[in-house]
């Protein structure tokens, strides 16, 4: 399995825009789909984006297609999540997990990710 840290995450105003950083340390990173979710007060976990193991595949939310990009850099270890024209609606605990090996990608469903990083808050004001 791999460890995983986000960081990124902070206080922005409605129209902004910050950059996610999911760093893996342990098994080969590359080996792994990898997911963005996010979870807001009261709200399930949901998912924003994924993006398959080479970066060739990516997956959108409706919610936040053409505004948010994922990324991903095997060669450091990391999957980014570019979140442009930021809304109120943004706001929550953003999180990134690994794909369970021998799930299809693209997934969705949070029971089908692992590894769970500790997540990093984003805030937007309106």
């Known amino acids: 399995q791999v460890q995983l840290v986000e960081s990124g995450g902070g206080l922005v105003q409605a129209g902004g825009s910050l950059r996610l950083s999911c760093a893996a340390s342990g098994r080969t990173f590359s080996n792994y789909a990898m997911g963005w979710f996010r979870q807001a007060p009261g709200k399930e976990r949901e998912v924003v984006a994924a993006?398959?193991?080479?970066?060739?595949?990516?997956f959108y939310a409706d919610s936040v297609k053409g505004r948010f990009t994922i990324s991903r850099d095997n060669a450091k270890n990391t999957v980014y999540l570019q979140m442009n024209s930021l809304k109120f609606e943004d706001t929550a605990v953003h999180y990134c997990a690994a794909l369970k090996p021998s799930r299809g990608f693209p997934q969705t469903a949070p029971q089908n990710y692992y590894c769970w990083g500790q997540g990093t808050q984003v805030t937007v004001s309106s």
């Open positions: 993006i398959n193991w080479s970066g060739a595949g990516t």
